[in-house]
């Protein structure tokens, strides 16, 4: 590839990552928080999308629920420009569109409407063309989106909306429980509404070394799974935890810690695999 395409792929539209798995506490809004503020530190520009109704990333990036104006229930439900709607966060080149508790009734009020799975997408798609009033024009090169515990109607419009989908799994005896129900759904998005929608990977999150328990989930899931499973593992770390109630990434809140070391090792892993996916094309 020479140089003049290399950039052009650069400059290309974002890769957009929906965070999925429909098991509750499993790590989805922790990590989709903290590799966006990975991702950002490493220079990209990034949107994070809350499209959880419990708003728990908007909450965890210091947007408390009086600050959020608007939210994605408005881009849903209302067909909102999603520039006016996206807020730069204290992490520099991470925005966010927030959530609101709001959101619970969207799947109601949007259930049977036409294009309702789709709405998602056409915002995105509709922000990176630069319609909207927002000065900072949305072109992002990674847009996040974190994922309510259900298979819902919101679920699928992240899926029809993103690129790929990152599965993390908690490292505890029922983690692969549920993983063939989402595949699933997957396929069902990929059939009906993206057709190229793939597995980014699945992502082995609260490792406890300490915990036999762990190791076994560990392994396992690898030899199930194999080459879909990240290499880079995310340990069980107080300071991953205490980071939202500081309303910050824990790579602000702690930088050192085993826990900001580990999701800036799955951000590069990310970044390496999207470098020598665009350069075997
Ligand atoms: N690596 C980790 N080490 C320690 N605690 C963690 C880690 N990852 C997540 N947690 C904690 O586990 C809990 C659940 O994490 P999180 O909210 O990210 O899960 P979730 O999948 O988004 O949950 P929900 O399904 O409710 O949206 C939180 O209290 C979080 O702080
Ligand atoms: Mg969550």
Redesign the pocket.
């Known amino acids: 590839m020479t140089r003049l395409e290399t950039a052009l792929n650069d400059m290309k539209t974002p890769h957009t990552i929906a965070i999925v ?1 429909q ?10 928080i903290n590799l966006a503020a990975a991702l950002s530190m490493r220079g990209k520009k990034v949107l994070l999308v809350d499209i ?1 109704p ?1 708003g ?1 990333a908007s909450t965890g990036l210091g947007i408390p629920r009086a600050g959020r104006e608007s939210s994605i229930y408005d881009i849903l439900v209302d067909g909102a420009n999603l520039m006016d709607v996206a807020i730069k966060t204290d992490v520099p080149g991470l925005m966010l569109v927030p959530s609101d508790i709001d959101l619970a009734a969207a799947e109601l009020e949007i259930g049977n409407a036409a294009g309702r799975t789709t709405r998602l997408r056409e915002a995105l798609t509709q922000a990176q063309t630069g319609e909207g009033t927002a000065t900072d024009t949305g072109r992002w090169d990674y847009i996040l989106i ?1 994922c ?2 259900s298979l819902s109607i919101l679920t699928v419009n992240a899926l029809a909306a993103s690129d790929s989908v990152i599965v ?1 799994l908690q490292c505890e005896f029922y983690a692969l429980e549920g993983l063939s129900q989402l595949l699933q759904t997957v396929e069902m998005a990929k059939a009906n509404i993206n057709p190229n929608l793939i597995i980014e990977g699945v992502m082995l ?2 490792f406890d070394g300490r915990n036999r328990l762990s190791g076994q989930v560990a392994a396992d899931v690898r030899k199930h799974l194999g080459r879909a499973v990240f290499d880079t593992v ?5 300071r ?2 205490e980071a ?1 109630s500081f309303a910050k990434p824990v790579m602000m809140y702690d930088p050192d810690c085993a ?1 900001s070391l580990a999701y800036m090792a799955l951000a590069d892993e990310l970044l390496a695999r999207h470098s020598r996916r665009k350069s075997a094309h």
């Open positions: 798995n098991k509750g506490g499993v790590g989805k809004t922790t990590t989709t959880d419990q728990n974190d309510p515990p993390p999150t609260m995310i340990p069980r770390n107080v991953i935890a939202p826990g």
